[in-house]
């Protein structure tokens, strides 16, 4: 079973800039979630889709950060534009579970931004 | 708010000797617990989780954690480690009662480095 792609797995921009990363789930998991790891902390939710519904954004600058999942299958994350401190791991994640889950996600290797 | 707190940012420890990597959570009502496992450029991996039932939770490759409601702690043990053990350990919480099972929260993680 193919496991959770996303890519790039490394990107360098300029602050102001723009940039997407895109995630491609587990066949099946009609779950979504898009986290960033900030060096030193743990990841923290930043979005979290049910298909193609958004289920939980609380956490999101949605000032600069958008996202969607387009047709419930692929999504992408975009930061516009970027500051220094958004410098991070942006970890896609999956899960079969529809509704009342119980928190087994499957991650992606993660998208690596240095933000200069 | 539920939260999580690992009490240790690194553990060394030698090759063949047990580890204990402490975890404490904030909330006082029911709660899922789990201990995620990041090797280096990898994405996270679940470990272990509690749910329900019985406190002493066994996990992959060797590890087993004890829920213990009284001191809110969920420790993650293993009695023998090995080379291949060093990771970065995450614990993780959610709240059962909540709409969004799957939202977890991570702890700031302990880096587990073993020396031969």
């Known amino acids: 079973e193919a496991g959770v792609a996303q890519s790039p797995r490394y990107k360098i921009i300029e602050k102001r800039q723009s940039v997407a990363f895109w995630c491609n789930p587990i066949?099946?998991?009609?779950?979504l979630y898009w986290y960033q790891q900030i060096l030193g902390q743990g990841p923290k939710l930043l979005i979290q889709?049910?298909?193609?519904?958004?289920?939980?954004d609380s956490q999101l600058p949605k000032d600069r950060f958008s996202a969607e999942r387009l047709k419930g299958v692929d999504s992408t994350l975009k930061i516009q534009p970027a500051k220094l401190e958004d410098s991070a791991v942006y970890l896609c994640?999956?899960?079969?579970?529809?509704?009342?889950?119980?928190?087994?996600?499957?991650f992606g290797e993660g998208s690596r931004l240095t933000v200069l | 708010a539920q939260s999580v707190t690992q009490l240790d940012s690194q553990v060394p420890v030698f090759e063949e000797a047990p580890v204990e990597l402490r975890c404490n959570y904030s909330?006082?009502?029911?709660?899922?617990l789990f201990w995620y496992v990041q090797y280096p450029n990898q994405g996270l991996q679940l470990l272990l989780k509690?749910?329900?039932?019985?406190?002493l939770v066994k996990g992959i490759n060797g590890f087993e954690a004890e829920f213990n409601k009284s001191q809110t702690s969920f420790h993650l043990r293993k009695p023998s480690v090995h080379i291949s053990d060093t990771a970065e350990y995450f614990c993780?919480?959610?709240?059962?009662?909540?709409?969004?099972?799957?939202?977890?929260?991570f702890g700031t993680g302990t880096r587990l480095q073993v020396f031969p």
């Open positions: 994640a999956s899960s079969y579970s529809r509704t009342g889950g119980t928190g087994e996600l499957f």
């Open positions: 066949s099946g998991h009609a779950t």
């Open positions: 889709f049910q298909n193609n519904g958004v289920v939980d």
């Open positions: 909330s006082s009502v029911s709660v899922y």
């Open positions: 509690y749910l329900s039932g019985s406190t």
């Open positions: 993780a919480v959610s709240d059962p009662g909540a709409y969004n099972t799957d939202k977890l929260i």
